[in-house]
Antibody
């Protein structure tokens, strides 16, 4: 079965960076995009970006351009999301999610299989 | 990219139907048939309920349906059940590989 397992909670100071991992299993890693979505406490969902694990290409939401970097390691079937210049407003649960279908199929672009979430707390 | 507009809350009794609206612009909801809906229970990850405006992933009950007219998409839940009580989020493609503009979320209460 499809599983995405994320790294554990992080506590960071303002200005620091955080790097979260998301290890995939149960499917062919390079065949499906992976999305990153975050949710601040008591708030809604916010799409951060997407990575193609096959070639490593990425697309980031405008709000995160210049601060987010998504990478992958095909040898371990793991994707990473690094967010820099952290501020208190970045306190949130960060989710990785595999797409519904491969990019070459109909109906792709939908985060469908989600990791358990990683809480990032930013505080001085 | 601005968030899509959803009502903060809706409610209904068991067995009734409810509709949750999601209003965007010509650049997102109105411009593409790539609208999805997610259900989220407290403390849990979101679950995809509808994609491509009106398609259901396998395992999602047919009580859940979706539609779109112009810049507004809708999620219709018929035959409400207690376990449907959750937060619901709409989401739309917005061009240029921006796959996810989300709505602010709607809290569904089953009375």
């Amino acid at each position: 079965q499809v599983q995405l397992v994320q790294s554990g909670a992080e506590v960071k100071k303002p200005g620091a960076s955080v790097k979260i991992s998301c290890k995939a299993s149960g499917y062919t890693f390079t065949n499906y995009y992976v999305h990153w979505v975050r949710q601040a406490p008591g708030q809604g969902l916010e799409w951060m970006g997407i990575i193609d694990p096959s070639g490593g290409s990425t697309s980031y939401a405008q709000n995160f351009q210049g601060r987010v970097t998504m990478t992958r390691d095909t040898s371990t079937s793991t994707v990473y999301m690094e967010l820099s210049s952290l501020r208190s407003e970045d306190t949130a649960v960060y989710y990785c999610a595999r797409d519904l279908n491969p990019p070459f199929a109909d109906s792709s672009g939908y985060p469908t299989y989600w990791g358990q979430g990683t809480l990032v707390s930013v505080s001085s | 990219q601005s968030a899509l507009t959803q009502p903060r809350s809706v409610s209904g009794s068991p067995g009734q139907s409810v509709t949750i609206s999601c209003t965007g612009t010509n650049s997102d909801v109105g411009g593409y048939n790539f609208v999805s809906w997610y259900q989220q229970h407290p403390g849990k990850a979101p679950k995809l309920m509808i994609y491509d405006v009106s398609k259901r992933p396998s395992g999602v009950p047919d009580r859940f349906s979706g539609s779109k007219s112009g810049n507004t998409a809708s999620l219709i839940i018929s035959g409400l059940q207690p376990e449907d009580e959750a937060d619901y989020y709409c989401c739309s493609y917005a061009g240029s590989y921006t796959f996810g503009v989300f709505g602010g979320g709607t809290k569904l209460t089953v009375l």
